[in-house]
């Protein structure tokens, strides 16, 4: 198969889809491999080294998508990118279509096979290609939350840790998984105050395993939630409908409830959001205040720390990418249900259930 490995394009997105060793492995199994000159630049990978792979370096992305029977992504691709595909080509890359129509609307109109890593299940109902960006985001959100906690960058100026004779900052975190967990665990290395809510009661009896009485777990319900907010410092937004619109759980009145100069970072941003008042913002970019707290809501936040992100996200993704290139599209995803979970458009057709009920479209299981 010919596979194309493409420079992204979104603002301070530096991380790519494929290092020079996984392009190696790539054509020892046969492939050819196109790279888009400077694809790797931004996570410290140079074309004389994907060249050394044995990749043919392009520079026109024209040609790239042309000659290419898959391309290899990191985010999904922007207005500007939907008129390269061409019908059939399979596409191998994060999507959020719940929180993007147009994407859904071109990718259809296109007959792109779509493959989106964060639909894509394992053998345990678990997320394996989302998950070590989760675990990368929900580190930084604690990182960043902090930072925006400062005055000069708008917060209310708690230290998270607080010092000998001065409170703990509050740290609440709605969502317990992977993001939830990783934030818990950077949250409460800094000494905060730590509140995990989670709808799974297993899921919170696992922090009350691990944290002990370090961390409070409550059920994520209505009241529970305002309570909490009132509290918070930072608050963390970390819940997810596999494929769906994130569920709007903190609504703009909320707002009026927390602290002036409190920060809300909203990872779950890229699925639409779980803040009323959340906005997409960019790492150029990444914060607003409204009803005086700090929002930070940029959805590729993995983005910033590219070369963690490229070796963590790579190291899952390479397997899928290669099943597909060495079988086929169709053979590969006849033999692993886990990977079919992750095809969200085919022949014009929505063909992932949680993404076409968040869109309203019609769903059309891909048939083999
Ligand atoms: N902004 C960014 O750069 C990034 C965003 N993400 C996003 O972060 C979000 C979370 O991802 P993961 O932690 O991997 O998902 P996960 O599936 O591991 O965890 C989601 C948790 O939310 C819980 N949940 C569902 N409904 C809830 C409710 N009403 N109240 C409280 N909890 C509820 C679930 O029980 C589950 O424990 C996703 O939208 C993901 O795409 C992930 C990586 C990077
Ligand atoms: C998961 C995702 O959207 C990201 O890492 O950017
Ligand atoms: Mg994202």
Redesign the pocket.
Known sequence: MVIGLVKEIKVHEYRVGLTPENVATYVAHGHTLIVEKGAGEGAGFEDDAYEAAGARIETDKHALFDASDMIVKV?EPLPGEYDYFKKGQILFT?L?LAADPAQAKALMEKGVSAVAY?TITDRNGHLPC?TP?SEI?GRLAVQEGAKYLEKPFGGRGVLLGGVPGVKRGNVLIIGGGVVGMNACKMAVGLGANVTVMDIAAPRLGYYDDIFGSKVTTLYSNRSNLVDALKEADLVIGAVLLPGASAPKLVKTEDLKVMKKGAVIVDVAI?QGGCFESSKVTYHDAPTYTQEGIVHYCV??M??AVSLTSTMALTSTTLGYGLSIADKGLEAALKADAGLLNGLNCHQGNCTNEAVAKSLGLVFTPASF
């Open positions: 985010k994060y959020h964060e989302l960006m985001a890229d959805g590729n993995p983005g």
